[in-house]
Nanobody, 115 residues
Framework: QVQLVESGGGLVQAGGSLRLSCAAS????????MGWYRQAPGAQRELVAA???????AYADSVKGRFTISRDNAKKTVYLQMNSLKPEDTAVYSC?????????WGQGTQVTVSS
C-alpha cells in the first residue's frame, strides 16, 4: 500500500516562507512526475509546480520566482520551498506522484498566509 505523507504547512505572515515535504512509502516504483497542487476555498484545484524524473520543472505563473520544487529520488520525497508568500497563496496544498502504474495523492496540508 502506498502512502504519501505531507508536512510543513501552517500559518505564516505575508512575506514569510514555508517548506512543504511529501514523502512516499510502500510499494511505489518507477516514479515519473512529482508535483504540488493547491485548492483555495471556492476555487478549482490548480497545479502549482511539477518536476520530472530528469529534473525539469514547471511552475504556475503566479508562483514563478517565489516557489522552488525539488525532489530526492532516494527518499521518494518531493519538496516545495515557498518564499515571499502572499495572502492569495492560502490554500490546501496536496502532493501528487505519477508513476508508470498510476498516480497517488497526499492528504493535503493547509497553508494560511496572513496579511
Amino acid at each position: 500500500q502506498v502512502q504519501l505523507v505531507e508536512s510543513g504547512g501552517g500559518l505564516v505572515q505575508a512575506g514569510g516562507s514555508l517548506r512543504l515535504s511529501c514523502a512516499a512509502s510502500g510499494s511505489i516504483y518507477n516514479i515519473n512526475r512529482m508535483g504540488w497542487y493547491r485548492q483555495a476555498p471556492g476555487a478549482q484545484r490548480e497545479l502549482v509546480a511539477a518536476i520530472g524524473s530528469g529534473g525539469g520543472t514547471a511552475y504556475a505563473d503566479s508562483v514563478k520566482g517565489r516557489f522552488t520544487i525539488s525532489r530526492d529520488n532516494a527518499k521518494k520525497t518531493v519538496y516545495l520551498q515557498m518564499n515571499s508568500l502572499k495572502p492569495e497563496d492560502t490554500a490546501v496544498y496536496s502532493c501528487n506522484i505519477y508513476t508508470l502504474y498510476g498516480d497517488y495523492w497526499g492528504q493535503g496540508t493547509q497553508v494560511t498566509v496572513s496579511s
